[in-house]
Every structure is written in structure tokens, then in C-alpha cells.
């Protein structure tokens, strides 16, 4: 089993910064992949950004260039810096984690809100 804690999520004002966390516990040898996920309200849950074990990086075309997704191995934490918000990236944002015994595990969301 693997758990999942996000932190850092808020309200902010367009252009402004947050930065999200997420830290790993339980069963983190089996960790791969980790990424984050948002989800608007009436919105499917979308992937953000993700990086590999070694460190490679993926990003929704919406936040590339504003998102940068890092990994700290030795603390198990994930994190998501955001910068130069919209109100269109108000969403729930879960952090996930991609397992090699073939599991998915998610966290609890939390919740950014970027005023206009």
C-alpha cells in the first residue's frame, strides 16, 4: 500500500504562484511514475504533469512553459510549481503514483483557485 498527502493548494490571484506537494509513505519502493492530475467542476479529471523515476517529464500543453513538476526520491515527495495562475486552472489537483506491482494510488485532491 502506498498513501498519498498533498499540501499547499489555496487561493490565489491570476499571475501569482503556488506550489503543490505530495508526499509518499507505506510501500514506496514500488513507486514508478508519479504525476499530478486536476479536475474542474463538471471537468474530467486531466493529467498536469508527470515524472519518471529517473526523472523525465511530461506536460499538459495547458501549463507547459508555467508548470514545472520536480521529485525529491529521498524525501518520497512529489512536487508541482505553478506559476503565472489562470482562472482556468482552478481544479481539485491529486497527486498520483504509478506502481511495478501494476497499482494506481491516489491522494486526497486539493483544492486551487485562481481569482480573475
Known amino acids: 500500500q502506498v498513501q498519498l498527502v498533498e499540501s499547499g493548494g489555496g487561493l490565489v490571484q491570476a499571475g501569482g504562484s503556488l506550489r503543490l506537494s505530495c508526499a509518499a509513505s507505506?510501500?514506496?519502493?514500488?513507486?514508478?511514475?508519479m504525476g499530478w492530475y486536476r479536475q474542474a467542476p463538471g471537468a474530467q479529471r486531466e493529467l498536469v504533469a508527470v515524472i519518471s523515476s529517473g526523472g523525465s517529464t511530461n506536460y499538459a500543453n495547458s501549463v507547459k512553459g508555467r508548470f514545472t513538476i520536480s521529485r525529491d526520491n529521498a524525501k518520497n515527495t512529489v512536487y508541482l510549481q505553478m506559476n503565472s495562475l489562470k482562472p482556468e486552472d482552478t481544479a481539485v489537483y491529486y497527486c498520483n503514483a504509478d506502481t511495478n506491482i501494476k497499482r494506481t494510488y491516489w491522494g486526497q485532491g486539493t483544492q486551487v483557485t485562481v481569482s480573475s
Open positions: 507505506g510501500s514506496t519502493f514500488t513507486i514508478n511514475a
